[in-house]
């Protein structure tokens, strides 16, 4: 199984990113996928999670209505939208694959993604 996020990068305060999590190896429609993040000098973070056939989401509250998470499911592939960005979204950004919902920073998860450096300046 792979998980292989990108679409990081530098971006001004109040700017854009789409981030993209490409899978393989996975029955990927039977997957809760979700993105966590881990900024300089903090503890890892649940971003935001959409369930496998795409109709429920779950945010962290410091970024709803600026965050939004989808799926392609013929493409085995998840985005995070990222709108209005502040510097303290600063962080590497890592996509998850569950089974089981998830929301907790520190939940089980089965597969992880390498991360991708999204820094956001002031």
């Known amino acids: 199984v792979q998980l292989q996020a990108s679409g990081g990068g530098l971006v001004q305060a109040g700017g854009s990113l789409r981030l993209s999590c490409a899978t393989s190896?996975?029955?990927?429609?039977?997957?809760?996928m979700g993105w966590f993040r881990q900024g300089p000098g903090k503890e890892r973070e649940f971003v935001a999670i959409?369930?496998?056939?795409?109709?429920?989401?779950y945010y962290l509250d410091s970024v709803k209505g600026r965050f939004t998470i989808s799926r392609d499911n013929a493409k085995n592939t998840v985005y995070l939208q990222m709108n209005s960005l502040k510097p303290e979204d600063t962080a590497v950004y890592y996509c998850a694959a569950d089974r089981e919902f998830y929301s907790g920073s520190y939940s089980p998860i089965e597969y992880w993604g390498k991360g991708t450096q999204v820094t956001v300046s002031s």
């Open positions: 959409i369930s496998g056939g795409g109709g429920t989401t």
């Open positions: 190896g996975l029955t990927f429609n039977r997957y809760y």
